[in-house]
Structure formats: C-alpha cells, structure tokens
C-alpha cells in the first residue's frame, strides 16, 4: 500500500471516480495506455483471452472460467458491469476480489496517473489488469465494456478474441447497424492470433477486418457447429469433435453458440491450454451467472434478465416459450432512457400477458411515465399497469398473482439489482 492513499474506503474511491473525468464514457486508448506502461500491467497473465460482442460476453467469460478452473488453471475474470457489488467486477479463482484489494490497486493507479484524468471503466480496468499482474495467473479473460476497437480493455494485446453475437445496441457511441457496430468489436482482434465468431450471421465488416489484418478467423456455422441428437448435445470443431455434452447450466438455447464459441477458442489454444473432456463437461455444469434469465422457482416463478435490447429480448422470449407455465407471464420492466424499448418490447410481446413500467435509482433510467408510453405504443394502454416504483410494483402483484403465474423482471442490471434488494415473494 502506498503511504496516504487519497481514500480508505471502497465507496469513497468510487465516488470520486465518477466525477474525475469531466465524461462518463470517453472511447480511446490513449489516457490508459500512458498509465498501464507505468504500472507495467498489460500482461495481466500467461495467456489473454478478450470477449467482445453485443450479447453473451458475461456468459461467455463465465463459461470459459468454470471450465478453465475445472482443468486446474488458475484464472482471473474481469467482467463489467457488476449486478449488486462492484467487486463482482473481478473475480480471482471464482472469487470476487476484496474491497481492501481495490482500494490498495486504485490507491496504485492515482500515484502512477499523474495529472492524467481516467474514467471511473478506465479505473476499474487497470485497476483488474494491475492485481491480476501480481497474481501468476495462467489465464486472464477481459470482457469488453463497450464496443472493442477504443475500449480500456484493448489496452492489451490478447492472445485470442471471442466475438460473441453482434446487435443493435449503443448506437450513439457504435454506429447504427450491424456492420458498424461490428466494425468497432473487430478491433480487439489481432494478425495471426484466433479470432472467434459464436454469431452464425457475422456482418461482412466483421469478416473483412478478420481478412484484412490476417486473424486466425473462426465462425459458428463454417468452421465448428453444434446439432443435437439423443442425450445432450455434440460440437464439431476442426481438429475434436466432442458428443453427448452436458447441457450448460445457464438458462436458454443460445447458450449453445456460446458454449460452442467458446471450445473453439479453446481448441485453437489447446497446445498452450491443454483442456479435457472432462473439465469441459464438469464446467458446463457448474457455470453460473446471476441474472441472466435466473430462474427463481415457487408457487409463482421469478426470472430476472438483464437484456436490454432486441436481439436479448429475443433469446429471452424463445427461452420463456421453453418453460411449461399453466398461468400467465407479467413483466416488470425498467429501462435506460438510451435503450430501443419500443424494440424490447416488441420481441417480447407474444409471451407476455401484461406489463408493469417503473421507474429506477438512477438518473439514466427513464421515469415510469415515460416508460409507460414506450411500452403502450407497442402493446396498447389496456396491458400496461404503471408502477413509480418497484416497490408499488411487488404490492399490485401480491394482490394480482395466482399460483401458476410468472413474473419476468428484465431491461436493465439496475432493475434486476433493485428487485433482488427487496427480495420478494409470492408464495
């Protein structure tokens, strides 16, 4: 610990954090480059894997992790952003990291910033990258908080990049479709180092930046696919071909092309990381991830999803669509005020008999008001009950519910954080 370090506690580094740099979001590498080189931090471990994409990096983060530990290799995971605590945001050996390790790793980074103003990304980044260093991991995996190309985390040059799948989301900072958007994840991609695509519909600027620099460029669909048949499920990759897997224990079909994605990654690096059968199957079993279409079962089942986009929605909706229910299907939604909601909700409506808007604790999220009108041009006035908070939500349900019924709480980390706080219950 360096002698008089500006803060003692967590809460008030990160406090301070978030008013350091006059933007809350500033893409560029510029500012954390010169600070990781003085804190010599940008080979967090042996091996980098880095994970970009629209949705399925936490899951995918999560997977390689579960199975990387089970093989015996130590490993850290750095994800973001964090559901209840922001020491979830780094994970060593499976464990969130302690508020003291924090505080000594920030305490490292103000002392080596200088004059040099960081984001709070950009704190928490080096903060993972700077501990991590110390630690002799085998393996580091970054997901990418936004985008990929100007993203904190491409401050490191990984030994292999993970594209999960790529849709519309942070338009303002990504561009407005696909290939832009796509454009922006390429970056974190590398010449001569594997290159993995878990979207079996890449977008074409995706496919030519893998080209153009020279990436060892593998794509679901092309060059490893997945089918079922009998017990379990089977992955065809170029050099394995592994049947009967154990399902992953994280909720939903789409969890396969990021279990899929993520054993080609671990294919392409199987000379470096040797893994087995067994370790793969063991770890898609212990997988997990809070919210992420987290089933809470009783009389009346809860399941909490953090989506926030279209693509989401729709993974989220097929995955309800899968799970037997003899009543109906409420939803309790609250949403950032940059979120597509219209879009959200529109992937959803088929499976949802009547919605609940609210407004959240932060000044980003969209009154109840305003949510409520999003929501009713979509699916009319007469399925919509409006809610100013998530506590008035609980009180209309416990009067609503009937055994049998669902209550899916989704649009936001903050709206599944802040239900989970008030732990209700409907039983």
Not at 143 to 158: C, M
Not at 226 to 235: E, F, K, P, Q, T
Not at 334 to 362: C, H, N
Request: proline content about 3%; aromatic content about 6%; charged content about 20%.
């Amino acid at each position: 610990m360096l002698n008089n370090p500006r803060f003692s506690t967590l809460d008030d580094w990160l406090q301070w954090q978030e008013a350091l740099h006059p933007s809350s979001i500033d893409l560029g590498l510029e500012r954390i480059e010169q600070v990781a080189h003085q804190l010599q931090c940008r080979t967090p471990a042996k091996l980098v894997i880095s994970v970009a994409g629209t949705n399925g990096k936490g899951s995918s983060v999560a997977l390689l992790e579960a199975i990387l530990l089970r093989a015996g290799y130590r490993v850290g995971a750095y994800t973001s952003p964090h559901l209840f605590r922001y020491n979830e945001r780094l994970r060593l050996q499976g464990e969130q990291i302690s508020d003291s390790a924090l505080c000594e790793a920030f305490s490292r980074i103000d002392h080596a910033r200088g004059k040099i103003t960081l984001t709070y990304f950009e704190f928490g980044t080096l903060a993972a990258l700077d501990i991590m260093a110390r630690e002799s991991l085998d393996v580091a995996l970054l997901e990418v908080g936004l985008g990929g190309r100007l993203d904190a985390v491409n401050v490191v040059d990984a030994d292999a990049a993970l594209i999960t799948s790529i849709g519309i989301d942070h338009t303002d900072w990504l561009g407005g479709d696909r290939d832009a958007i796509a454009r922006e994840k390429a970056g974190i991609m590398r010449p001569a180092r594997p290159a993995v695509c878990g979207d079996a519909d890449p977008p074409a600027s995706l496919i030519a930046e893998a080209g153009r620099i020279g990436a060892l460029w593998r794509v679901l669909g092309a060059d490893f696919s997945i089918s079922r048949a009998g017990r379990g499920w089977h992955w065809q990759g170029q050099r394995s071909h592994y049947r009967d897997l154990s399902e992953p224990a994280l909720t939903g079909s789409h969890q396969l092309a990021n279990a899929a994605a993520v054993l080609m990654v671990l294919e392409m690096l199987q000379e470096r990381l040797p893994v087995t059968r067994t370790a793969i199957d063991s770890g898609l079993k212990w997988v997990r991830l809070e919210g992420r279409i987290q089933i809470v079962p009783g009389r009346v089942e809860q399941v909490l999803d953090v989506s926030h986009n279209a693509q989401a929605a729709q993974a989220l909706a097929d995955a309800l669509r899968q799970r037997a229910l003899s009543g109906e299907t409420r939803a309790v939604i609250g949403m950032m005020q940059d979120k597509d909601a219209e879009s959200f909700v529109r992937a959803l409506e088929s499976v949802i008999s009547r919605w609940y808007p609210v407004g959240l604790r932060t000044d980003r999220a969209s009154t109840a008001i305003q949510l409520t009108q999003r929501v009713a041009s979509v699916v009319g006035t007469e399925r919509v009950s409006t809610c100013e908070s998530l506590a008035d939500v609980i009180s209309c349900l416990q009067a609503e519910l009937k055994p049998g019924d669902r209550v899916l709480v989704c649009g936001s980390f903050h709206t599944v954080a802040e239900w989970a706080s008030l732990q209700p219950g409907f039983d």
